[in-house]
């Protein structure tokens, strides 16, 4: 699911959100706040990749990826 973004540019696109829904639950022992957190099919496996080093979710989210990217490079 690609969103068309608009800024600075020619044409920008986003190829999912990353977040479904988030929602407060209390702050833990130093005052920060905890969440329940849903997150989208790719921001699953950013997030995973991001905070826990699963880098081989890369193949994924090119998987993912990849029919739009196709789609916008031979029209």
């Known amino acids: 699911m690609a969103i068309k973004v608009f800024g600075p540019w020619n044409e920008g696109y986003a ?3 990353y977040v479904e829904k988030s929602i407060y639950i209390q702050d833990d022992a130093f005052g920060n706040p905890i969440f329940n957190t849903t ?3 790719i921001g699953q ?3 995973s990749m991001k905070y826990n080093g699963h880098y081989d979710n890369s193949r994924s989210i090119a998987e993912i990826c990849t029919p739009f990217l196709k789609k916008m490079a031979c029209g």
């Open 15 to 17: 190829m999912d959100m």
């Open 39 to 41: 997150y989208t099919e």
């Open 45 to 47: 496996l950013l997030h």
